[in-house]
Nanobody, 129 residues
């Protein structure tokens, strides 16, 4: 059973930066995170979960929500079975629990919660002065 663990969340001032990590483990023999597209989602209090960014299994394709384009960067290191989300110029409205999720979809990536097969438990990001 693939397991995803997010880390890197915390309290940051507006305009600051954080880098989230999504580490994968529990692979069936012969498989690695390189077989999965990975997406980041977030859920703020009282709001629905929304897609933030995604990256294809190879890393060749990425996608971002309009609200984070130019400020967030997704990347992956398949040798380390880890996906990253670099978040710059953070705003108070970016406060949320951030989740990573994986799907075997090929060759692109998706930001559709219902199509993700595996989820982490989330990491809290709080942007406040």
């Amino acid at each position: 059973q693939l397991q995803l663990v997010e880390s890197g969340g915390g309290l940051v001032q507006p305009g600051g930066s954080l880098r989230l990590s999504c580490a994968a483990s529990g692979f069936t023999s012969g498989f690695t995170l390189g077989y999965y597209a990975v997406s980041w989602f977030r859920q703020a209090p009282g709001k629905e979960r929304e897609g933030v960014s995604c990256i294809s299994s190879s890393g060749a394709s990425t996608n971002y929500a309009e609200s984070v384009k130019g400020r967030f960067t997704i990347s992956r290191d398949n040798r380390k079975n880890t996906v990253y989300l670099q978040m710059n110029s953070l705003k108070p409205e970016n406060t949320a629990v951030y989740y990573c999720a994986a799907s075997p979809v090929q060759p692109m990536c998706i930001m559709a919660p219902r199509r993700m097969d595996y989820w982490g438990k989330g990491t809290l990001v709080t942007v406040s002065s």
